[in-house]
Every structure is written in C-alpha cells, then in structure tokens.
T-cell receptor
Framework: AQSVTQPDIHITVSEGASLELRCNYS??????LFWYVQSPGQGLQLLLK??????LVQGIKGFEAEFKRSQSSFNLRKPSVHWSDAAEYFC?????????????FGTGTLLAVQP | DAGVIQSPRHEVTEMGQEVTLRCKPI?????LFWYRQTMMRGLELLIY????????DSGMPEDRFSAKMPNASFSTLKIQPSEPRDSAVYFC????????????FGPGTRLTVL
C-alpha cells in the first residue's frame, strides 16, 4: 500500500545550523513528491516538488530536496536555518487511489529554531 | 492574484447544530479538495471534486458530513448535526487538475464544537 513516513515528529535546531528533514515513502512506481510548510494558523504552502528529471530539486526559501529511488526517500534540506523557518513540514506523495490528483500526506515534522 | 478563500476562518458552535464551511478555489482550477487536520489523525482527505463532480468521498467520516460544488467557483462542506469530535481545522485546496499538479491550500477554518 502507498504510504509516507516522516520519522521525526519534532526537531530543534539552532539558527544558522543546517537542517535535514526525513521523508520515506512506499509506492509502486515513480511517485510525484512534494514538501509543504505550514506556519502557525496558516494553510499549507508548497516548498518544492519532484515529478521527474534531476533528482535534486530546488525550492523556495532556500530549501532543496533529493529524490533517492534506492532508498525510497525524499529528504528536505537547508544549509542554514533562519528563525522564520520554524513551522511544521509535510511530505506528500501521489497520485494514489486511481485518481490523478490525490496525495498522501505524512504526519508532519515540527521544526523549532533556537536563537 | 487571490488564492483559495475559505470562510469563516473560525467557527464555534454547539453540539447538534448545523455547520457550513465555504470555499472559493483559485480561478481556472478544476480540482477541489476538502481536508481535515487534527492532532490525532493529521491531515485527512475528506472528498475530492473534479470539474464540480465528486470523484472520491471515501474519506467522509459519516453521513453527517456532506459536500457540494454547485459551480466551478464555490464549494461547501456541511456537518449536520455537529459533534465535539468534529472539532478540527478544515482546509480547502484546489489544483489545475492536470495530472498530479500542485495543490494550493486555503487558510483553513478552525471549527470548535462545544
């Protein structure tokens, strides 16, 4: 069955430190992969997406993610975290269920940034 | 360019009352999604429309929940009667419907059922 796992529920990093958020998926074919960010009280905003081609994807706000087929992973990275990056991050994979638009979302990773 | 618009942003109601949540998707998008977010269950897809037609409502928790999309620019999610366990943040999202395109989320409606 298709699924998405974000193993880290909560991560704390210091401002200026590097960041890596993990995402593993189970999918029968090459999936479409997404990372979204949710700031407190806000909706989800797309950071980046992978459909095909270059496995290193650049997104907004200085984030990047790398698709590794052999590891079924799509980890999100940022070289230097800013206090404004504190938010919840969701990995998503699709399509599933025979429909072309449905996504499965992970349970999210809550990022705290220490000064 | 306006994004997905949801109203109300906050709703507090008493158990047994009818609740209607509203969504205006991005103009030109032909897929619309309703999600529910809770601490316990995370982000769940409730129902998905394509070209105003419900495609998959398998995530709708029970008959108390219903959703409509009378035209391309408006959708409602109704809960009747509401129960305390329905308390959650409800998100609407839209996409262009071309393959698995990006879903754009609204700001959500925080529902509290007392």
């Amino acid at each position: 069955a298709q699924s998405v796992t974000q193993p880290d529920i909560h991560i704390t990093v210091s401002e200026g430190a590097s960041l890596e958020l993990r995402c593993n998926y189970s999918y029968g074919a090459t999936p479409y992969l997404f990372w979204y960010v949710q700031s407190p009280g806000q909706g989800l905003q797309l950071l980046l997406k992978y459909f095909s081609g270059d496995t290193l994807v650049q997104g907004i706000k200085g984030f990047e993610a790398e698709f590794k087929r052999s590891q079924s992973s799509f980890n999100l990275r940022k070289p230097s975290v800013h206090w404004s990056d504190a938010a919840e991050y969701f990995c998503a994979v699709g399509p599933y269920g025979g429909a072309t638009n449905k996504l499965i979302f992970g349970t999210g990773t809550l990022l705290a940034v220490q000064p | 360019d306006a994004g997905v618009i949801q109203s109300p942003r906050h709703e507090v109601t008493e158990m047994g009352q009818e609740v209607t949540l509203r969504c205006k998707p991005i103009s030109g998008h032909n897929s619309l999604f309703w999600y529910r977010q809770t601490m316990m269950r995370g982000l769940e897809l409730l129902i998905y429309f394509n070209n105003n037609v419900p495609i998959d409502d398998s995530g709708m928790p029970e008959d108390r929940f219903s959703a409509k999309m009378p035209n391309a620019s408006f959708s409602t999610l109704k809960i009747q009667p509401s129960e305390p366990r329905d308390s959650a943040v409800y998100f609407c999202a839209s996409s262009s419907g071309q393959g698995t395109d990006t879903q754009y989320f609204g700001p959500g409606t925080r529902l509290t059922v007392l």
